[in-house]
């Protein structure tokens, strides 16, 4: 089964940019639809991104279109967030996910798999 370790993250200031990367081991990720999610404190875990097997379809949530883009890297067995004109309310706990459905899944419980989240603080 797949590991995932999500590295990358740390602090910004507001209009900065960040890039985490989620590198998976065990498995292969071509298997998979990779997801990015962020909790923040006191909030639920929620949908930021994801993508197809193949790369060629993402998905983002209204409140990071235009300024985040996922991508991923089948050979390296990595997938990819870049974070543009990052916000405060952009601070959470970000991890990646795998998933085995058919189409890109939105909810948490419809992912198997998860790393152990890497934080991004966004200061104002």
């Known amino acids: 089964q797949v590991q995932l370790v999500e590295t990358g993250g740390g602090l910004v200031q507001a209009g900065g940019s960040l890039s985490l990367s989620c590198a998976a081991s065990?498995?292969?990720?071509?298997?998979?639809?990779m997801g990015w999610f962020r909790q923040a404190p006191g909030k639920e875990r929620e949908f930021v991104t994801a993508?197809?097997?193949?790369?060629?379809?993402?998905y983002y949530a209204d409140s990071v279109k235009g300024r985040f883009t996922i991508s991923r890297d089948n050979a390296k067995n990595t997938v990819y967030l870049q974070m543009n004109s990052l916000k405060p309310e952009d601070t959470a706990v970000y991890y990646c996910?795998?998933?085995?459905?058919?189409?890109?899944?939105?909810?948490?419980?419809?992912?198997?798999?998860w790393g152990q989240g890497t934080q991004v603080t966004v200061s104002s």
């Open positions: 993508i197809r097997r193949s790369g060629g379809i993402t």
């Open positions: 996910a795998a998933s085995t459905t058919a189409w890109i899944p939105l909810h948490a419980y419809n992912y198997g798999y």
């Open positions: 065990g498995g292969t990720l071509s298997r998979y639809i």
